[in-house]
Nanobody
Framework: LLVETGGGLVQPGESLTLSCLTSGFHFSSYDMGWYRQAPGKECELIASVSTAGDTTINVDSVKGRFTISRDNARNTVYLQMNSLKPEDTAVYYC?????????????????????WGQGTQVTVSS
């Protein structure tokens, strides 16, 4: 089970931290990722963190603003989002085994080990 929290409505320039609390599997054995899907757009992988803690930001527009991290003791992965922009508005999802960078829809399993949360809405608007 993966449960995302922390979304909401914020103004441009503000920050949010998304959390994804997991259960039911050995969290530390899985690479983890955050995806997002805006209306009318494909699902894109924003960032991933490996079992070793190595992080990758996959979307150029969020580099320097978003940070992914994990806490294996808490079975949780985080996405710190700073300097939010209206174009960051989307539903944000966490997943295990994030192998695809772009796919038509989020929350669609792509590998045997790919599991998804239900998503959390982030809206950036003045």
């Amino acid at each position: 089970l993966l449960v995302e929290t922390g979304g909401g409505l914020v103004q441009p320039g503000e920050s949010l931290t998304l959390s994804c609390l997991t259960s039911g599997f050995h969290f530390s054995s899985y690479d983890m990722g955050w995806y997002r899907q805006a209306p009318g757009k494909e699902c894109e992988l924003i960032a991933s963190v490996s079992t070793a803690g190595d992080t990758t930001i996959n979307v150029d527009s969020v580099k320097g603003r978003f940070t992914i991290s994990r806490d294996n003791a808490r079975n949780t992965v985080y996405l710190q989002m700073n300097s939010l922009k209206p174009e960051d508005t989307a539903v944000y999802y966490c997943s295990t085994d994030p192998v695809t960078t772009v796919q038509p829809a989020c929350a669609v399993k792509t590998t045997a080990y790919n599991y998804w949360g239900q998503g959390t809405q982030v809206t950036v608007s003045s």
